[in-house]
């Protein structure tokens, strides 16, 4: 089993319609277990794995819109330690589109978070955005272990 821990969040505002947030997040994520917690005025949507396979679909969409520069970049830009967290852009990503966000203001509905945390979380960005040149990967890495 490939490991690590992965979170991945999203408020639901009264507003929303909770099968579409749940639809957003399956867009890139599959989650062993999922936990709708009341925080009163709205609700969070928190899913797990500790897959890195679980990211496979985030990871197919990256090459597929050929934003694998943009999101190593991004990447890179936000680790601290053994984590990096990454914003996406709620409504986006309901239409099975990636957008990288840098804060929670940008999605107006919220983002979705994804918490991964590794003890070499270089060979998950190496994996999820390889570098490139004109656009194709230099290397193709396997999941991490």
């Known amino acids: 089993m490939k490991n690590g821990r992965i979170i991945v969040e999203a408020e639901l505002r009264p507003t929303e319609d909770e099968e579409k ?3 957003a997040i399956n867009n890139v994520f599959t989650y062993k277990d999922m936990e709708i917690i ?3 005025e709205y609700k969070v949507i928190r899913c797990f794995s500790d897959s890195y396979d679980s990211l ?3 990871h197919d969409l990256l090459r597929k819109q050929a934003i ?5 970049s991004y990447f ?3 680790v601290r330690g053994n984590v990096l967290q990454i914003l996406l852009h709620k409504q986006a990503l309901y239409q099975g589109k ?3 966000i840098s804060w929670d ?4 509905l919220g ?21 490139t040149v004109r656009g194709k990967p230099l290397w193709e890495r396997d999941i991490p272990e």
């Open 98 to 100: 990636i957008s990288l």
């Open 68 to 72: 694998l520069d943009a999101a190593r």
């Open 111 to 131: 983002p979705i978070k994804i918490t991964i945390e590794s003890d070499n979380i270089n060979a998950v960005i190496d994996w999820l955005s390889p570098q």
């Open 38 to 40: 009341d925080q009163g």
């Open 21 to 23: 947030v749940i639809k």
């Open 56 to 58: 496979r679909k985030f």
């Open 76 to 78: 890179l830009k936000r």
């Open 105 to 108: 203001e940008e999605s107006p």
